[in-house]
């Protein structure tokens, strides 16, 4: 409360000098020369000040340092100005700016009034020439656009969506030769769409919706080369019938960007593949090429000139935009580049670039695990030799990232999805989205993130991830492939004697013969009670990954039990030699 008066008081003084005597207060931390002139920078920091949307925390000298929204050119002169997203700072945002002459920014870029509450605009937007982004969007502007489009010649975002304004579209949008978002839906234009409209060929986001636009749909603007996204939606243009258009048009010809380089992107698999070869085998990812949709993007299969078929995973456009997606496609090609080991997905390349962002994998031809499991056909070519090499696989996967690597690497997200095989059904761990390099500096506290089911059970409350998390995950992948099904409610039941009396026999996989050769029996019997000591409740009593994969690699002890007499309960608590045949 305390607080909120003392911001109220700062305010009212301003608006008090403003009125009497302009820049005789100037706001804390300005210079103010003996002179009395007022330099052009002073100028600025008094109407940023005045637009009360900092606390008055933030020191106004630092303003092109560290104020949320606020970025300045070398001179010190602001080019960017939005209202700080995350700020705790209350006060309404629109309430001053009537108060202010925006002509004292003459270098600004980047403005974003949006979502203010504005019934009006500020003084002097006219003369920021230099504007690049305009968004007024979401405000109460009524009446006819208030300033000629002429004024900024460099706008190539122009969003006034939300509003209520009225009268036809002014048709100086054709001068913008930069434009390349237009958004004027939710408001009240009507008339026709400009003929001018059809000169912008840079335009590649156009959003009319929901207005009151009547006369001919306009199809020179659909042959705009640039366009990609279009929404004419609701408005009450005459032709196709309907009322409601939305198309996204692809670009038949090679991508513009990659030939002038402005691309992010590094190719590690001979140097030979180009962007271009990857648009061209997707016809720039057409759906037919779509092999499915994994946690964040799309997976397609291109082949390439060279013949070689490679895996692509592709951000949506909307996704590219959501930092958290963005930042699991970062982390994904930083785990990825720096491991190299048979058990984990190649990446040969990739591409970040705002318009097109992508990784190019090797191609696994039989799929997950998890689709293999639930085939009836395909489980049963899994014989048991062949799952347990899974396992194995698997195994020596996850203790490499965990201990050959500095910082160790958790994956965070092994599920019977994740593991992927080849046609000679040898097994790649994939999905680095969420993979996390253990830093020993910092704090283990972090979202949970992870597959239902798959999750070990302390996440729940700790929120603290270790290695011991992926041991976990590993266990139930173990178990699933014996059991051929996800086991479900039988892990929390591990525990209850009626569980422990199950033989071993009678949990596994009833779609293929039990083992017959010894070895078999050896080795499925040495999963399933290595799948047990991982799911043990208490991270610490689980195995390391190192000490799952010296188990495999080690020979094994001569058998002493029957096969068919080995229960779970002994898997749990004893040593186990199995002896004879079934
Ligand atoms: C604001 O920052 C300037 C320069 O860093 C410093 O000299 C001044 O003391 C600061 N003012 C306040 C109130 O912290
Ligand atoms: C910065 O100031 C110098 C000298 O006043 C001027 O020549 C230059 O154009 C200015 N730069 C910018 C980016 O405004
Ligand atoms: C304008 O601002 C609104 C609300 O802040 C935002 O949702 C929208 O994406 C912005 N428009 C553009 C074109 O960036
Ligand atoms: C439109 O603006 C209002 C505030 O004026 C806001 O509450 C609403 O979310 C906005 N709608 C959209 C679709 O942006
Ligand atoms: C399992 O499949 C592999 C490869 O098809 C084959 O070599 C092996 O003999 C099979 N094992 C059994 C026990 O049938
Ligand atoms: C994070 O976990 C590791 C492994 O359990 C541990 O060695 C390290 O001390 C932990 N770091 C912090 C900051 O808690």
């Known amino acids: 409360m305390a607080i909120y008066t003392s911001i109220l008081m700062v305010s009212i003084q301003l608006l008090l000098c403003a009125s009497s005597n302009s820049y005789t207060i100037l706001p804390p931390g300005t210079q103010r020369n003996a002179t009395s002139k007022v330099s052009p920078l002073d100028k600025e920091a008094y109407a940023l000040f005045s637009l009360h949307w900092w606390s008055i925390q933030y020191n106004i000298s630092n303003r092109c340092n560290n104020w949320p929204g606020v970025e300045c050119n070398d001179n010190g002169s602001i080019t960017k100005l939005s209202p700080p997203k995350d700020s705790t700072y209350t006060f309404k945002r629109g309430l001053y700016i009537r108060d202010i002459d925006f002509s004292v920014f003459s270098n600004l870029v980047h403005l974003d009034l949006s979502q203010m509450d504005l019934y009006e605009l500020p003084l002097g937007l006219n003369s920021l020439k230099k504007l690049i982004l305009l968004n007024i969007s979401s405000n109460n502007l009524q009446d006819e656009i208030p300033f000629s489009l002429a004024n900024f010649p460099q ?128 016809q720039d990812f057409d759906i037919r090429y779509c092999i499915g949709t994994g946690a964040y993007g799309s997976v397609y299969k291109a082949k390439l000139p060279s013949g070689k078929t490679v895996a692509l995973k592709k951000l949506h456009k909307t996704e590219s935009e959501n930092p958290s997606y963005y930042k699991s496609f970062c982390n994904e090609v930083e785990v990825l580049t720096e491991i190299r080991h048979r058990n984990i997905i190649r990446l040969y390349g990739y591409c970040l670039h705002n318009r097109c962002m992508f990784l190019v994998y090797e191609y696994l031809e039989r799929g997950s695990l998890f689709c293999i499991l639930a085939d009836e056909i395909e489980a049963q070519e899994l014989n048991w030799s062949k799952r347990v090499n899974i396992i194995k696989g ?81 266990g139930v992948v173990a178990l699933e492939t014996m059991m051929g099904h996800h086991p479900g409610e039988f892990i929390s039941t591990l525990t209850k004697p009626s569980t422990q009396q199950l033989l071993v026999k009678d949990v596994l996989d009833p779609r293929i013969p039990l083992p017959k050769s010894r070895k078999d029996m050896q080795d499925v019997v040495h999963v399933v009670k290595l799948a047990l000591a991982c799911l043990s409740s208490d991270p610490k009593s689980r195995p390391s990954m190192q000490v799952v994969a010296n188990e495999f690699l080690a020979s094994k002890a001569p058998i002493h039990v029957s096969f068919s007499d080995v229960s779970m309960y002994q898997l749990m608590n004893q040593e186990v030699y199995v002896i004879d045949k079934n």
């Open 394 to 474: 698997t195994a020596y996967a996850l203790a490499h990232m965990h201990h050959h690597c500095t910082p160790p690497i958790v994956h965070r997200d092994v599920s019977s999805n994740n593991i992927l095989l080849n046609s000679e059904l040898e097994v790649c761990v994939s999905d680095f989205g969420t993979a996390r390099l253990l830093d020993p500096d910092s704090s283990n506290q972090t979202l949970l993130v992870g597959t239902y089911g798959y999750v070990a059970p302390e996440l729940a409350y700790t929120m603290s991830v270790t290695t011991k998390c992926d041991v976990y995950s590993f």
């Open 155 to 282: 706008l190539m975002v122009f969003d006034v969506s939300n509003n209520s304004f009225t009268g036809q579209i002014p048709h100086e949008i054709g001068m913008l030769e930069n434009l390349v978002t237009l958004d004027l839906s939710f408001n009240k234009f009507s008339g026709s769409i400009p003929l001018s409209l059809s000169h912008v060929t840079s335009l590649n986001h156009l959003r009319i919706s929901n207005n009151q636009l009547d006369g001919e749909l306009p199809t020179t603007i659909l042959g705009l080369s640039q366009l990609k996204t279009v929404d004419l939606s609701r408005n009450r243009f005459l032709g196709i019938g309907i009322c409601v258009l939305r198309a996204r048009y692809r670009r038949k010809h090679k991508n513009k960007a990659a030939k002038h380089g402005d691309l992010f992107s590094i190719w590690n698999y001979n140097g030979k593949i180009a962007f271009e070869d990857i648009i061209e085998a997707t």
